[in-house]
């Protein structure tokens, strides 16, 4: 039995460049969420989806992040040109209902 | 909007009795989840109430009450692996996210 798994595990990155992280989650799981963490604060929502279709998305997602979760399995995280406030733990998720969650084990992105 | 409030941290000695409470505002309200992370690991699900009363799991359990916008995670026998921190959750009034906490940091002394 395999759970969620994230790769990269870390990325360091300069400002401005662009980046993507996958998610694979626990394969009879439909539901998919990417979160983000910084130090000292629990998980903030990014965004959802159901099997391939994204249902929500947060405030805190700007025009320089996407996401997608082609036909329904992986999904992956872009950020464009990003900046030192990106700098976070992006954590993904995978569910059968909203309420309990199975997380990966994240991907550390650092911005310089 | 939502938010959870709970204590920053809490210290407890091996094998005592720790209680850590989450007080809640929120929309739409369908239960409460409780969450462990370890330093540098993933958040793990611990339980989730959706009626009030008290759900047990071995050494843990997690109240609920609906009229108080409360609930708490107690964990008995503490052990030093129980040392993490401890996040409550609500459902973020639609069918995808969860609204977390800002988690309490549980220090287990010897």
């Known amino acids: 039995d395999t759970g969620v798994s994230q790769n990269p595990r870390h990325k360091i990155t300069k400002r401005g460049q662009n980046v993507t992280f996958r998610c694979d989650p626990i394969s009879e799981h439909n539901r998919l969420y990417w979160y983000r963490q910084t130090l000292g604060q629990g998980p903030e929502f990014l965004t959802y989806f159901q099997n391939e279709a994204q249902l929500e998305k947060s405030r805190l997602l700007s025009d320089r992040f996407s996401a997608e979760r082609p036909k329904g399995s992986f999904s992956t995280l872009e950020i464009q040109r990003t900046e030192q406030g990106d700098s976070a733990m992006y954590l993904c998720a995978s569910s059968l209902v909203r309420d309990e969650q199975y997380f990966g084990p994240g991907t550390r992105l650092t911005v310089t | 909007g939502q938010s959870l409030e709970q204590p920053s941290e809490v210290t407890a000695v091996e094998g005592a009795i720790v209680q850590i409470n989450c007080t809640y505002q929120t929309s739409g309200f369908y239960g409460l989840s409780w969450y462990q992370q370890h330093d540098g690991g993933a958040p793990t699900f611990l339980s989730y109430n959706a009626l009030d009363g008290l759900e047990e799991t071995g050494r843990f359990s997690s109240f609920l009450s609906r009229s108080d916008s409360y609930g708490y995670l107690l964990l008995q026998e503490l052990q030093m692996k129980d040392s993490a921190s401890y996040f409550c959750?609500?459902?973020?009034?639609?069918?995808?996210?969860?609204?977390f906490g800002k988690g309490t940091k549980l220090s287990v002394k010897p």
């Open positions: 959750a609500v459902g973020g009034g639609s069918q995808g996210n969860l609204i």
